[in-house]
């Protein structure tokens, strides 16, 4: 585990099962397709009445969170959809999607047809899109070492950024309480931020760059006074920054021995996502092993920096990789189901095609498993992608 020099470390001796860990149990699982198709992604609504969930199909299918009732499905993409939105408060029952066929697709999910298009240009990919700027009408687009921006009501392009990265741009994020800002993330292993204020270009809006070292798969902000950044990379390794000022906190280059020294099950063999509870100030790495057991890793990056012992363990839903989480608690510990969501904590999707519903394993709803009734046949030109790959 490496370090930045500020940071007090210490070995500690792992505890594989805490007095607090919470184990979950499958309520429901949804087999989306026939085959080897999988799950990408699952993402909610903003009053959590639908989800989204894109497909190796080429397709996004929506069910409902709670109860799990398929509603439709949107379908319009040529090659592997890489991200899918919700637009937010300004137009909640839109969809956005981006594409390696290289357009961003808006759906209506009332009717789930396609609204509009945008073409990123020719032999272009697009790999994750975001919307913001400083009067909330930008989209931007991390494409083939290049990040495009358009006005996203009159779908014109305004800016072009092609000097910051030399390789593929994995991950935009316009910051959620700044949206003047834009954090970029690449295979070069650069984070670079932007001011998006003005005539946006290369020279005089790229405000700071943090070097990872190595192939960038996702970051996220989380924080409250003090905004801080996670980041994930194809290596599965854990850097924790301080986004404004550039610092690192602690890179973790060793997160997967000691996520699997933290817990009885299986080695930890991928990292699916982290996730922040902003009520408790607190992380979570996910990790999950290839027979498809996910546990939650608490992470500290203050003090004496380390992976913890598994506070949650989700077990017995899938057989394969997993590849989305969707969580669904509210409460300040980050586990415990409410009434609000009538006891469900959250979502799966992984590599076995499954959509899995998780509850508590102290519910009397668990061990119920049903099949959807609208499942798509497999298409012939459908083909696996390496997760360790960034698109």
């Given amino acids: 585990m490496e370090t930045s020099a500020s940071m007090d470390v210490e070995e500690q001796p792992p505890s594989p099962t805490p007095n607090n860990l919470k184990r979950f149990g499958i309520k429901n699982s949804i087999q989306t397709n026939f085959g ?16 989204a969930v894109s497909l190796s199909t080429n397709a996004v299918k929506l069910y409902s969170p709670l109860a799990g009732q398929y509603f439709g499905e949107c379908n319009g993409h040529s090659a592997t959809i890489n991200q899918i939105l919700f637009s937010g408060a300004s137009d909640p029952n839109v969809l956005s999607s ?3 066929d290289g357009t961003i697709r808006a759906w209506d999910t009332r009717t789930f047809q396609q609204v509009s298009s945008i073409n990123a240009g020719l032999s272009q990919e697009v790999f994750s899109i975001s919307y913001g700027g400083p009067g909330g009408n930008l989209i931007a687009a991390g494409c083939k070492s290049q990040i495009l921006f358009w006005d996203w009501r009159n779908k014109k392009q305004i800016a072009c950024l092609e000097e910051s990265h030399v390789d593929d741009v994995t991950q935009v994020h316009f910051v959620p309480d700044e949206q003047s800002k834009l954090i970029s993330a690449s295979v070069d292993g650069l984070i ?9 270009n290369d020279d005089d809006h790229l405000e700071s760059v943090i070097n990872m070292g190595t192939s960038i798969a996702k970051v996220g902000i989380f924080g409250g006074s003090s905004p801080k950044l996670w980041c994930l990379t194809h290596i599965e390794t854990l850097g924790i920054w301080d986004w404004k000022g550039g610092r690192n906190e602690v890179i973790f280059s060793d997160a997967r021995t000691l996520a699997s020294e933290s817990w009885n099950l299986d080695q930890i063999d991928y990292f699916v996502d982290c996730h922040y509870s902003r009520e408790a100030d607190k992380l979570w790495l996910i990790g999950g092993t290839n027979a498809g057991t996910l546990g939650y890793f608490p992470v500290n990056y203050r003090g004496v920096a380390a992976i913890g012992a598994a506070e949650a363990i ?20 980050g586990f415990a ?21 998780w509850f508590s394993d102290d519910s009397p709803q668990i061990n119920q498993s049903w099949i959807s009734s609208s499942l798509i046949m497999k298409s012939d030109k459908t083909r696996k992608k390496n997760r360790h790959q960034p698109y």
């Fill in 36 to 51: 080897d198709d999988y799950v990408f992604q699952i993402v909610p609504k903003d009053d959590w009445s639908s989800m």
């Fill in 98 to 100: 981006c594409s390696s």
């Fill in 192 to 200: 670079c931020t932007f001011d998006t204020s003005g005539n946006i």
């Fill in 314 to 333: 989700l077990e017995g839903g899938h057989t394969d990789v997993v590849r989305s989480v969707l969580p669904m608690s509210r409460n300040h510990s």
């Fill in 337 to 357: 189901p409410s009434s609000s969501n009538q006891g469900v904590f959250g979502w799966t999707g992984g590599e076995d095609g499954r959509l899995c519903c």
